[in-house]
């Protein structure tokens, strides 16, 4: 019973971070933001695991769909229609590609920096792929242009991937901080 309780509040926790995360935003031009979000995001599958981590995830995804304004820029049914929404496509799937690339990379033991940053950087390809196609189809609904949808995708793809890399780097360190923890502290 303890354990469960003990679970419950860290996916609660960890839901309250995901959407406190989400709002601290910088507005970007053109329908982006750099969020402290994806640090967060990475945490939900080693702290809950994959099961309660997608719960977690998707349980934000409904939420915020459902219209409460919990994402980077409020929220509601119409968000889907936004180009940033892949991404978070992308993050209610991540704890699955997490769990996928670690157990055939090391089987599931977050045992050093270079290992856990060389798993977080293939999710973090993930997301971008995932994002980046579904800002794709949405922008192209948007600009018959391709020309500065081009552009538009590279300049912005840039400025994010390049701010995600290094919370990913950050993570990394935070996660490797965690691991040691809980083998110090289990019992």
């Known amino acids: ?46 702290t809950l695991g994959m099961k309660n981590g997608l719960i977690v995830t998707c349980s934000y995804l409904i939420l915020g769909i459902i219209g409460l ?36 990379f090391n089987n599931g033991i977050y045992s050093s920096f270079k290992k856990i940053t060389i798993i977080n950087i293939c999710c973090l390809l993930y997301i971008y792929l995932i994002g980046i196609i579904y800002k794709i189809l949405i922008l192209s609904f948007y600009t018959n242009n391709v020309t500065s949808l081009s552009i538009l995708i590279s300049v912005t793809t840039l400025i994010d991937f390049s701010f995600d890399l290094l919370l990913v780097l950050t993570t990394s360190l935070i996660m490797l901080k965690l691991n040691q923890y809980n083998k110090s502290s289990s019992y």
């Open 69 to 104: 304004p919990i994402f980077a820029s409020g929220g509601g049914y119409a968000y889907i229609f936004k180009p940033t929404f892949g991404f978070l496509l992308a993050f209610v799937t991540l704890p699955i590609i997490q769990s996928f690339i670690s157990n055939k």
């Open 1 to 46: 019973m303890y354990r469960k309780s003990q679970m419950i509040a860290r996916m609660s926790l960890m839901l309250a971070l995901l959407i406190i995360t989400a709002r601290l935003v910088i507005p970007l031009p053109l329908f982006d933001y750099l969020s402290l979000q994806i640090i967060t995001v990475y945490l939900i599958y080693p």
